[in-house]
């Protein structure tokens, strides 16, 4: 039974071969395109009609639009036909496939493009099904196709490679349905796109899409409505996602974003898209673990711009300052890798960013309100208030970025803060404890942090309260001292100087720092401060006088003593003047006045050689001085 009718159809088929030319099969098909599509392809190769075992009809070489700039090339158009009304003699297409076509859009000034007349022709081929000649296919392939970006100068802007796609035509029902891949900046991307009414959508007017995109790079979801007429409105709901944003960013184009962190990326928010701007409401977004709430906008008019306010309970950025080493691995000097900020050269923003705590490394900081200004090249950070540091952070930071390096500029306040965290955490000095305030204005230019120390100039104070200097206590130091002025032999460097109030006055130029005015009070001592510090060299170089508040015996003045502080800030060492304490000492006084008359120096000095072991005396004594025993 089967072979009888296997037999009947393999003979009707070979009839309507002899029933139907080729010409007529070609034309038909044509006519049928034209119908279905209102395109008017031109054909610049042969055709070749096949109607057993299965029925086609294929043409070479097809041109869409302008031949002179033509919207889309094919090496190859086919069409299948449908079985059952061929055994009739009735050509009807089931569907067809474009092999290897290249579609070009090439936008013109005025917003129009090259698919400006197809899109108008499409649009009118979108008759209802009763009034059009031959039945419409219901599907269209494209096979291995490229896609064309180009501005108005012919140059190609984007490029979407192994475009494959299966289109489901609205010939029964008036949606039109995409799903298929491409590859675009070397990634590949799965995509689906269904549009409500295709005819709408042609005509420019408002209809419902869904966008589906997943790959590699990112995942995006977009379900709203949009319309061309006046000009180009979208609204829906708009999620996604990335492994990493910092890597997606990268295969969109953008410089790459200095820094570390922009790992896991996730948003989801109500869009609108009118023109070249982008409004995010609702925004829900995660990045890094963070997550926070507010409202974005993305403006893409000659140079993209983003713009927003979010706010977040803990916002920890931790990852993003990983990479910012101030100090070398050894901790003992700045560090000399060189600074290439260049992603901030790839786009600009202006962004509010509102934390009830904030998380940087080890330091925790309370609620904050930050604004982050990005514009042509130049990062401007501001604090509007900000509460580490057990106190109170305002200000502003700038960093702008050049070939040769960066610019640096800084103004900022701390208000009753912990002076040892906050001096430790940013200067890594730790021998100040207490209370304090201190203002900061500084600036400087370099291609690396050692660079930057090198030039970097300003002015800072400091007032501190009820705190201590560690490493030293001078009070012990300065009763000792009095008590037995050569004492010396021991190590200073113990203990701690509580104090009443400290006060600094500091001036930078070109790395060095001038100490103008440094005072230390307290029930028990007093200290004065002069001198100056090398930023680059970590070193200090001061001179100063120490001096007790109340006299040890009666009738006594105060001890007071000149002392140095030299070596490096991280460990100095406080050195008491010798010549001071040399005076002070009553056997030792003779002595250094002795060294000082010159007619008994020489024989001062072959005495302390002969009992120290020293050299000969000089060759002109030699003769008159006695044989050592």
Partial sequence: MLLAIAAVAVGVLT????????????????SGIRSATGLDPILGGKASVTLFPKGSVSFADVVLGDPKRPALTAERLTARLRFFPLLVGRVEIADIS????????????????????????????????AVRSVAAFSEMRVDNGTLLLRNDEGRTVETL????????????SKSLGATGHFV????????????ADFAAALAGNRTGVKLRLNGAPMNAAFEGAFSFKPTLKVEGTLAADAASLRRTLTWAGHEPLPGGGFGRFAIKAQTSIVGDTISLAGVNVELDGNSAEGVLSFANEGRQTLQ??????????????STVRLLASNQRAWDESRLTPDGLNGMDFDLRVSAANVIMGSTKVGRTAIGANLHDGRLMISIGEAQAFGGVVKGSVALTNFDSGVDFRSQVQFADVDLESCLGQLFGF?????????????DGTGDSVLALTRTVSGTASLTGRDGAISGINIEQLLKRLERRPLSGGGDFRTGSTPYDRIDVSLRTTQGTVEVQDMKVESTAVRLALAGSASIPDRELDLKGTAALVSPTRAGAPPFGLPFVVQGSWDDPIMLPDAEALIRRSGAAAPLL?????????????????????????????????PAKP
């Fill in 15 to 30: 009839t309507a071969g002899y029933l139907i030319s080729p010409e007529t099969v070609r034309s038909e098909v044509l």
């Fill in 98 to 129: 474009l092999e290897k076509p290249t579609i070009a859009v090439d936008i013109d000034r005025d917003g129009g493009s090259n698919w400006s007349v197809l899109i108008a022709a499409l649009a009118r081929g979108q008759k209802p099904q």
């Fill in 161 to 172: 490679n192994d475009v494959d796609f299966s289109l489901a035509w609205p010939s029964i």
């Fill in 184 to 195: 675009w900046h070397g990634e590949k991307l799965d995509a689906s796109v269904t549009l």
């Fill in 308 to 321: 927003g306010t979010l706010a977040a309970e803990t916002l920890n950025l931790s990852p993003y300052i």
């Fill in 430 to 442: 730790k021998r100040l404890e207490g209370k304090g305030t201190m203002s900061m204005t500084i």
């Fill in 593 to 625: 006045n002795a060294v000082r008359e010159r007619s008994t120096r020489d024989t001062v000095r072959s005495a302390i050689e002969r009992l120290t072991g020293g050299s000969a005396a000089p060759a002109a004594d030699t003769a008159a001085a």
